[in-house]
């Protein structure tokens, strides 16, 4: 799950390809290293937050929730 983001915008970049006993680490992305991505879901809300803001002696006190929207992906094949 990550940030909800636009599947068409979905671009990512490989920093590091693990083959068995080989490694390439990229400065600062690996050269014609590519990811396949399937989308599984674009919206999913997320558990709902609560934040609480309090001030001592001021009887000054807040609460606010809300639900962070995310995109569930799946990374298939990273080559």
């Known amino acids: 799950m990550i940030d909800k983001i636009d599947p068409k915008e979905l671009k990512p970049e490989v920093l590091l390809v693990v ?3 080989k490694a390439a680490v990229g400065n ?3 050269a014609k290293a590519t990811v396949k991505i399937k989308v599984l ?3 999913e809300k997320g558990k709902k937050l609560h934040v609480k803001k309090f ?3 001021s009887r000054y006190r807040r609460k606010i929730g809300f639900r962070p929207i995310f995109t ?3 990374v298939e094949k990273i080559s």
Do not use: L, N, S
Request: net charge positive; aromatic share 0%; no cysteine.
């Open 28 to 30: 600062p992305v690996v």
């Open 72 to 74: 569930r992906i799946k």
């Open 41 to 43: 879901a674009e919206e």
């Open 19 to 21: 083959d068995g006993k």
């Open 55 to 57: 001030k001592a002696k």
